[in-house]
């Protein structure tokens, strides 16, 4: 018990130190708030070095044909666009809709007007590529009340900023571990819901019941969407995201399915996937290279498991 309530007291003591650091960033002007992006990535590149074997690794697993000339410039930008993204999560804090709205532009908004009309849920698609932090901009210009599904952080105090952040445009969050139940509830309400998630994510083993190729490499996938998908009926989209310049995204909304009851198994993900790898391949510095993508590819698949 006092070692618990010593973990919660340290959270809320780094919390509290921390947030009026991130209000005050939050608050630069946008030239100066780039330059500090700058200055960060320096410093997480070159000093910390942060995940550079893991960065490494992955670029050198997927792009086998390209130099360590090519992949030292992509690794590069990978940096400073990550850098980039994670402030601009903070710039989220005190940023307004008119600014949010002309820095993260949906070319096909109308394509939502439309599924208004027909008052379906939907499902999206989403990816670590470019920028998804900045996406919950869609819920200020629809009737849908879009629902983002993540991972919950280990720090409560930290937790619930992202919490606030992502929902500060009138988002609800849940957790993936309350997802289903949430989402379920959801169908028996009144209202249009939009149901948001990456699902880009490397399964824990134990639900590693789907291998496909990511990439050329044959892994594991996260297969909360389509099942969400095809359980509930609800048409499935994804939300293609491109970085035009620094500080400005656009997002189009791709179909991928608006009959997933009656699609076949696998057939969103392998779709969703599709796409995300001719993003990955045309621009590969905005993809979130960080994280271990490909960590189960040599791991023995569990008994049952489908290998495409």
């Known amino acids: 018990m006092f070692a618990t309530n010593s973990t919660h007291f340290m959270q809320f003591i780094i919390y509290w130190l921390v947030y009026p650091m ?13 330059a500090f992006s700058t200055t960060i990535f320096f410093f997480v590149y070159y000093i910390i070095r942060y995940r550079r074997k893991t960065v490494t690794e992955n670029m050198e697993l997927v792009f086998p044909e390209k130099s360590k ?4 410039a992509i690794r590069k930008g990978f940096y400073q666009h990550m850098c980039d993204m994670f402030l601009e999560m903070i710039k989220s804090i005190s ?6 709205m002309k820095r993260f532009k949906i070319t096909n908004i109308e394509k939502l007007h439309q599924l208004e009309v027909k008052k379906q849920n939907i499902i999206v698609f989403m990816a670590h590529y470019a920028s998804y932090e900045w996406s919950n901009v869609v819920d200020i210009q629809t009737a849908f009340q879009a629902v983002g599904i993540y991972k919950q952080i280990g720090n409560k105090y930290f937790d619930r900023l992202v919490h606030d952040i992502r929902a500060r445009f ?12 949430v989402i379920t509830e959801d169908q028996n309400t009144d209202g249009l819901y939009m149901y948001g998630l990456a699902s880009d994510q490397s399964p824990k083993m134990h639900n590693a019941m789907y291998w496909t190729d ?18 509930l009926d609800l048409n499935a989209y994804y939300l293609k995201v491109e970085k035009i310049k620094r500080g400005y995204y656009e997002a189009e909304f791709v179909t ?19 796409i995300l790898e001719k993003q990955i391949k045309d621009n590969p510095q905005y993809y979130l290279w960080s994280h271990k993508r490909w960590k189960h590819r040599n791991a023995e698949k569990p008994e049952g498991a489908t290998i495409d």
């Open 214 to 231: 990511f990439m050329g490499v044959k892994v594991p996938t996260f297969m909360g969407g389509e099942v969400l998908a095809k359980r």
């Open 95 to 100: 940023i307004s809709n008119e600014e949010m």
């Open 22 to 34: 991130l209000w005050v960033i939050s608050k630069l002007p946008w030239r100066l708030f780039y």
């Open 170 to 181: 009138g988002s609800r969050v849940v957790t993936t571990k309350n997802a289903m139940k």
């Open 256 to 274: 991928i399915t608006e009959d997933s009851k009656n699609s076949e198994d696998y057939s969103l993900v392998k779709a969703y996937l599709r």
């Open 69 to 72: 000339k090519e992949i030292n």
